[in-house]
T-cell receptor
């Protein structure tokens, strides 16, 4: 079965600095997608960024970018120029035709 | 507004009772998924429906059941409620043409409190 691991239960970053959240996954499938979701205090689940496994180029969405290492099954999220509004739980997720698995989450605090 | 509508937003009920949570998927989405999120926990997959049929089942208790209706809205029924069932229940939907491309669209959740 596919598993998603986020080894950092909590992280903190200074406002305007850069932070990287780690995610690793385990799968034997070749066709899959990876996502990062943000859950702010409002508890709404918000899609931050997605990466197709067949693409070598790392996805980027404004201040958010990923470092996708397919061989290592690693999918980290980098947040640049951190803002107070980035404070949230961040969930890494794996999606294939058969599975959609979420990691346990990383709680990110942004310090003013 | 994500396009996925969940009602009610909040629900407080007593142990032993039964409740129904409702979800209307985003327009055009045929798949509906239900997740449970207990306090400070991750997302626990409960069940998936696709165009009215059950497609996948997760760690859903026997006291819980769900269905998807012809108009594609879905209901999650929770019965014989226990204190431990208190959680945030999310519904999500996905695009049938690109089921894996864009992840889920989540509703805002129903916060269930069992007292």
């Amino acid at each position: 079965a596919q598993t998603v691991t986020q080894s950092q239960p909590e992280m903190s970053v200074q406002e305007a600095e850069t932070v990287t959240l780690s995610c690793t996954y385990d799968t034997s499938e070749s066709d899959y997608y990876l996502f990062w979701y943000k859950q702010p205090p409002s508890r709404q689940m918000i899609l931050v960024i997605r990466q197709e496994a067949y693409k070598q180029q790392n996805a980027t969405e404004n201040r958010f970018s990923v470092n996708f290492q397919k061989a290592a099954k690693s999918f980290s999220l980098k947040i640049s120029d951190s803002q107070l509004g980035d404070a949230a739980m961040y969930f890494c997720a794996y999606r294939s035709a058969r599975n959609f698995v979420f990691g346990p989450g990383t709680r990110l605090s942004v310090l003013p | 507004d994500s396009g996925v509508t969940q009602t009610p937003k909040h629900l407080i009920t007593a142990t032993g009772q039964r409740v129904t949570l409702r979800c209307s998927p985003r327009s055009g989405d045929l798949s509906v998924y239900w997740y449970q999120q207990s306090l400070d926990q991750g997302l626990q997959f409960l069940i998936q429906y696709y165009n009215g049929e059950e497609r996948a089942k997760g760690n859903i208790l026997e006291r819980f059941s769900a269905q998807q209706f012809p108009d594609l809205h879905s209901e999650l029924n929770l019965s014989s409620l226990e204190l431990g069932d208190s959680a945030l229940y999310f519904c999500a939907s996905s695009d049938p043409l690109n089921p894996a491309n864009y992840g889920y669209t989540f509703g805002s959740g129903t916060r269930l409190t069992v007292v």
